[in-house]
């Protein structure tokens, strides 16, 4: 057994079913993340990526299967699942007009967590925001805005991160420096969660990587697995340019039609 299948699970998706009316968006997925694992859900525009995220957070109670974080069930337990998460919000979802370091508190406020002035200093130097403490949150640069709310996401060191495309309209340093932290954070023991539409992204950051489409499994494994798993498969023989890459699998997995 390997060092990895030691490790215990931190979150665990089972035959989960999401039906929106007469839609089926996750239709029986099944995957778990182990600690200290950093997973990519992957997959083409509304394969499901964020509906799975959203019943791991508890917005949204699924039709079938369920979802535990740290052994305890998002749709039994949602205030104790929230606690163990730490969730990337959308940038825009911030109040624009407040200065990041209210927002930060008012973030801190409600996980109950006291932050003095220092700590949080140290918090936005780490994400290099030490110098912008009063700068209302809108005046922050896309990058900025980023990484802002990644910090925010991990206000109170969750054991888990959920990243819904956390370096869309990124620029190649802030997806750098990105990347830098998700490995800090995988050095220092907490497990990610991440959907990107990069390939070169799952490959660089990722242990394992779920490949869905239509809301079901396609592919599950290591990145460099993955491609030697599927190397052969016709379908991935027909679109490559070369030698067989993720993006390549990716692509003989689940069409070249593109997605509405
Ligand atoms: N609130 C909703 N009401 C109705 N249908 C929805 C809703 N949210 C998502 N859907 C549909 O469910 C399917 C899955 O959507 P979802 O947002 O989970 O996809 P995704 O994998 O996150 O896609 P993207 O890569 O574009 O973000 C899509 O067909 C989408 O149109
Ligand atoms: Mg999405």
Same mark, same amino acid.
């Given at each position: 057994?390997?060092?990895?299948?030691?490790? +215990?699970?931190?979150?665990?998706v089972q035959d989960?079913? #999401?039906?929106?009316?007469?839609?089926?968006? @996750?239709?029986?997925?099944?995957?778990?993340?182990?600690?200290?694992?950093?997973?990519?859900?992957?997959?083409?525009?509304?394969?499901? &990526?964020?509906?799975?995220?959203?019943?791991?957070?508890?917005?949204?109670?699924?039709?079938?299967?369920?979802?535990?974080?740290?052994?305890?069930?998002? #749709?039994?337990?949602?205030?104790? @699942?929230?606690? &163990?998460?730490?969730?990337?919000?959308?940038?825009?979802?911030?109040?624009?007009? =407040?200065?990041?370091?209210?927002?930060?508190?008012?973030?801190?406020?409600?996980?109950? =967590?006291?932050? +003095?002035?220092?700590?949080?200093?140290?918090?936005?130097?780490?994400?290099?925001?030490?110098?912008?403490?009063?700068?209302?949150? &809108? &005046?922050?640069?896309?990058?900025?805005?980023?990484?802002?709310?990644?910090? @925010?996401?991990?206000?109170?060191? +969750?054991?888990?991160?959920?990243?819904?495309?956390?370096?869309?309209?990124?620029?190649?340093?802030?997806?750098?420096?990105?990347?830098?932290?998700?490995?800090?954070?995988?050095?220092?023991?907490?497990?990610?969660?991440?959907?990107?539409?990069?390939?070169?992204?799952?490959?660089?950051?990722?242990?394992? @990587?779920?490949?869905?489409?239509?809301?079901?499994?396609?592919?599950?494994?290591?990145p460099k697995d993955l491609v030697a798993?599927?190397?052969?498969?016709?379908?991935?023989?027909?679109?490559?340019?070369?030698?067989?890459?993720?993006?390549?699998?990716?692509?003989?997995?689940?069409?070249?039609?593109?997605?509405?």
């Amino acid at each position: 057994m390997s060092e990895a299948e030691q490790r +215990p699970t931190i979150l665990e998706v089972q035959d989960l079913v #999401v039906r929106y009316g007469s839609q089926t968006a @996750v239709d029986g997925l099944s995957f778990s993340i182990l600690r200290g694992e950093i997973f990519g859900l992957l997959g083409p525009n509304g394969a499901g &990526k964020t509906t799975t995220l959203s019943v791991i957070e508890g917005l949204r109670k699924p039709d079938a299967g369920h979802a535990a974080v740290d052994g305890v069930e998002t #749709v039994h337990a949602p205030l104790a @699942v929230k606690a &163990k998460l730490g969730v990337q919000l959308q940038a825009s979802s911030f109040q624009s007009e =407040l200065t990041i370091e209210q927002i930060a508190r008012l973030y801190a406020g409600l996980y109950g =967590l006291d932050l +003095p002035r220092r700590q949080l200093r140290e918090r936005l130097a780490d994400v290099g925001l030490e110098q912008e403490l009063a700068k209302p949150f &809108k &005046k922050l640069s896309g990058g900025q805005q980023q990484r802002f709310s990644l910090m @925010v996401a991990s206000i109170h060191n +969750p054991p888990i991160l959920l990243l819904d495309e956390p370096t869309a309209g990124l620029d190649p340093q802030s997806r750098r420096q990105l990347w830098d932290r998700i490995e800090r954070s995988r050095q220092a023991g907490g497990s990610i969660l991440l959907t990107t539409h990069s390939m070169e992204e799952a490959q660089s950051v990722c242990d394992r @990587v779920a490949i869905i489409d239509h809301g079901r499994l396609q592919a599950l494994g290591a990145p460099k697995d993955l491609v030697a798993m599927h190397r052969d498969d016709p379908r991935v023989r027909a679109v490559a340019r070369g030698d067989v890459t993720l993006e390549d699998v990716f692509i003989g997995l689940t069409g070249s039609a593109i997605r509405d």
